[in-house]
């Protein structure tokens, strides 16, 4: 059963300070999702990473992939506080049968504070 | 473009009540569709999902059950309601047809609707 674990669960954070979410996954993918969610809102995709080493940037956030570890990381860079909210990874198993279906991390809940 | 619908977007029912959640896609054919929970301290579970009309798995068993009677149409139901059914409700897809080619990989992500809150009390 493929599992995915986020660290840490909580993090609160300065503006201006950087900081790195960490998603580990205990089996083969080479697909992997970052989501944001803000309170009582939809999941909106931030990034998704497809190849052993894919990197993606959008504005303060940066995400990596190394499938070899079964690592991505989700960087924050110079932090403000329009950045607080719920991240979430998701990841598609390589096992057969699958289809597309995401295996969340249970979030890292972002608070930045001035 | 395409766009989600989830309706409705919150919902109070009593225990024993039934259910119906209706999620439309609109802009694309033939998505693979799915459902998805968020309960409170126990993150976001795929319930069902769709790769065609008429077509569904379920990954948990429980009190729901799903139908996709059209191609863009995904239903989640239950004959009677438990207060463990309550949640935060998302409906999701994916473009099956360009899912994984490598000439097309900027659209492999999989988008969610808006949601429905369901309260059961």
């Known amino acids: 059963e493929l599992k995915v674990e986020q660290n840490p669960l909580f993090l609160s954070m300065q503006e201006g300070k950087n900081y790195t979410i960490y998603c580990n996954y205990s089996?083969?993918?080479?697909?992997l999702y970052w989501y944001r969610q803000d309170p009582g809102k939809s999941l909106e995709s931030l990034f998704v990473?497809?190849?052993?080493?894919a990197v993606k940037q959008e504005g303060r956030l940066m995400a990596s992939l190394d499938t070899k570890a079964r690592l991505s990381t989700l960087h924050i860079t110079a932090a403000v506080h329009d950045l607080s909210a719920t991240y979430f990874c998701?990841?598609?198993?390589?096992?057969?049968?699958?289809?597309?279906?995401?295996?969340f991390g249970k979030g890292t809940k972002l608070s930045v504070k001035p | 473009s395409q766009t989600i619908h989830q309706w409705p977007a919150t919902l109070v029912q009593p225990v024993g009540s039934p259910l119906s959640l209706e999620c439309t896609v609109e802009?694309?054919?033939?998505?693979?569709l799915y459902w998805y929970r968020q309960a409170a301290g126990r993150g976001l579970q795929l319930l069902f999902y769709?790769?065609?009309?008429?077509?569904i798995s379920s990954e948990v068993p429980q009190n729901l059950s799903a139908s996709r009677p059209q191609d863009r149409q995904f239903i989640l139901s239950s004959k009677k309601l438990l207060l463990s059914d309550s949640g935060f409700y998302l409906c999701?897809?994916?473009?099956?047809?360009?899912?994984?080619?490598?000439?097309?990989?900027?659209?492999?992500?999989?988008?969610f609707g808006p949601g429905t809150r369901l309260t059961v009390l």
């Open positions: 999701a897809w994916i473009d099956r047809v360009s899912y994984g080619r490598a000439d097309q990989r900027g659209t492999d992500t999989q988008y």
């Open positions: 089996t083969t993918s080479d697909r």
């Open positions: 990473l497809l190849s052993n080493g």
């Open positions: 998701a990841v598609v198993p390589n096992y057969g049968g699958s289809q597309g279906n995401l295996i």
């Open positions: 802009g694309t054919s033939n998505p693979n």
């Open positions: 769709s790769v065609g009309i008429g077509q």
